[in-house]
């Protein structure tokens, strides 16, 4: 049986292969193949395997270790079209809240998932959207809100999305990326639960990470992006603040309509009873599974001195060789 315990294992073993992996696959390529850092198609195989082997591998592992099935790891409930619906309103007014978040992170920390759009824009705008937006939603949430969250199930729902949007935060390895990853991981964990399907998150990380792609592709027709780049990266501090206010006041309005839409397709899977959370028996005192576990400890520490190496150690040294 999953548990917040096993959860933890598996989470201190992915963020293992994921620092690991995906530069043992960068360094083969660029070896192999002298300019596969500019290259938009050798990028396209790079992230592809690098999804399989740090996602898709893992799980089958994990099934296997554990002799669970994938269909008791994973919730695979069909998304009725009133929920898709929901689920699409409420990923679009969610989307505002990560930009301003995503601006206000990029004052202190660089765009890294912006950059590798920057080279991914080479390519058509079907492997984009294959690369960035399809591979990731698909595997990312089979991990985060399938696996994972499973392990939690036991525990509040609120403890539940905190820890699974925190490992989600957390794999994205970068810290631009983490809080608004933070958020998005939240709000998607809420709708695996109300929806009793994956598909629900799925659904909303393609649309979230499409809709950077569409922006990417449409900047490429109509603009240069790297002319685009140099000159948000010449703003000065107080152009960025009155970019940033304009994107935080559309994000508080699109919050607003996101809680009164939220409140209505809570009530809308309440009524129909699909709730994905286990119902305990009241008759019997349930002792909840602790969270903190010797692997939480491990996973945090290996992602501070991960960051402090990557994003503080290594740019000083940089500085001065």
């Known amino acids: 049986m999953n548990s ?7 989470m201190f073993f992915l963020i293992l292969i994921n620092i690991f992996i995906p530069l043992f696959i960068s360094i083969i390529f660029l070896a192999l193949f002298p300019n596969a850092v500019e290259n938009a198609n050798y990028l396209l ?13 893992p799980l089958m592992i994990y099934s296997v270790f554990t002799r669970q099935s994938i269909f008791e790891l994973i919730p695979l409930k069909k998304l009725s079209f009133r929920n898709i619906s929901y689920i699409v309103l409420l990923t679009f007014l969610l989307q505002p ?21 920057q080279i ?3 390519a058509s705008i079907w492997q984009m959207l294959i690369s ?10 089979l991990i985060f809100r399938g696996v994972l969250l499973t392990g939690y199930k036991q525990n509040s729902r609120f403890a539940g999305a905190f820890i699974t949007a925190l490992f989600f935060a957390i794999m994205h390895l970068n810290p631009h990326q983490f809080f608004y990853a933070f958020i998005l991981g939240f709000v998607f964990t809420y709708f695996v639960y109300y929806t009793k399907s994956i598909f629900a998150s799925m659904l909303a990380h393609f649309i979230i990470n499409g809709t950077s792609v569409f922006t990417i592709y449409i900047l490429k027709i109509y603009s240069n ?14 152009q960025q603040l009155q970019q940033i206010g304009i994107i935080g006041i559309y994000a508080f309005f699109c919050s607003i309509l996101f809680y009164i ?12 009873k699909l709730k994905f959370m286990i119902p305990i028996n009241r008759s019997a005192p349930v002792k909840t599974p602790k969270i903190i576990t010797p692997c939480f400890i491990a996973i945090i520490i290996v992602y501070i001195l991960y960051m402090s190496v990557n994003y503080i150690i290594f740019p000083i040294i940089k500085k001065y060789i």
């Open 132 to 141: 960035a937006a399809l591979v990731p939603a698909v595997c990312e949430e």
């Open 45 to 57: 195989i790079i992230l592809i395997m690098s999804s399989f082997c740090t996602t898709i591998l």
């Open 120 to 122: 991914l824009s080479k």
């Open 97 to 117: 809240v990560g930009m301003f978040v995503s601006a206000l992170t990029g004052i202190f920390f660089n765009n890294d998932a912006a950059d590798a759009l």
């Open 261 to 272: 839409v939220f409140k209505s397709f809570k009530h809308y899977n309440e009524q129909r």
């Open 225 to 238: 992006i790297e002319t685009q780049a140099n000159a948000l990266s010449e703003m000065s501090l107080k």
């Open 4 to 10: 917040p315990q096993n959860s933890n294992r598996f």
